[in-house]
């Protein structure tokens, strides 16, 4: 409806975005926030978050991975379930990646034998209550195993520094599942498997 009015578009999108409202002050952000706060960490924060494995939706959080494929694991798992659970058909989300420095004493899940029951993929009860228990006692989150590497849900925004633009990524989902990955920095696409 909007057309090529790119002003209007973004006046719908501060006015219907959890982020516009808070960039705005309509609504107050429920965290301290760091000077200089990077945009897309205010987001995570902000933003209600959809149920997956390490959240019921409640906690607020970001995700945060220590390698390229390790980040790329995180949200396909996140984004396919949302994708899935509205039936979207064949498309390419795009996404920018950056590169933030990790501070702070985390807990640690690691080890998938030892912690099991937070890997249950056909139940998350475990995870769920692990996360509402560590954002009830102030913790800065926890770091748990992806298989490509390990990942952080980070309960506190000021454990987060140094952001800066890494790269940017193409995820291609087929309908079912994402099936490959595009690096604009390397130029060309990689296979996901499983």
Request: with cysteine.
């Amino acid at each position: 409806m909007l057309g090529e009015d790119s002003a209007g578009l973004q006046a719908l999108i501060d006015l219907t975005s959890h982020t516009g409202r808070h960039d705005r002050d309509v609504v107050p952000l429920s965290f301290p926030a760091p000077l200089n706060m990077p945009a897309a960490v205010r987001a995570a924060f902000a933003f209600p978050a959809p149920e997956w494995q390490f959240s019921d939706g409640t906690v607020p959080h970001i995700v945060v991975a220590d390698t390229l494929r390790a980040a790329i694991t995180s949200a396909t798992e996140r984004y396919g379930q949302f994708l899935r659970d509205t039936e979207q058909g064949p498309c390419t989300l795009s996404f920018v990646v950056e590169r933030y420095r990790l501070t702070g004493d985390f807990h640690t899940i690691t080890d998938r034998e030892v912690f099991a029951p937070c890997y249950n993929s056909a139940d998350f009860s475990v995870a769920h209550a692990l996360v509402n228990s560590l954002s009830t006692e102030k913790a800065n989150g926890l770091i748990y195993d992806c298989l490509v590497g390990e990942t952080a849900l980070v309960l506190k925004p000021a454990c987060l520094s140094g952001f800066n633009t890494e790269r940017s990524v193409a995820l291609d989902w087929n309908g079912a599942a994402f099936e490959r990955y595009y690096d604009y920095r390397d130029l060309h696409w990689s296979r996901l498997v499983g």
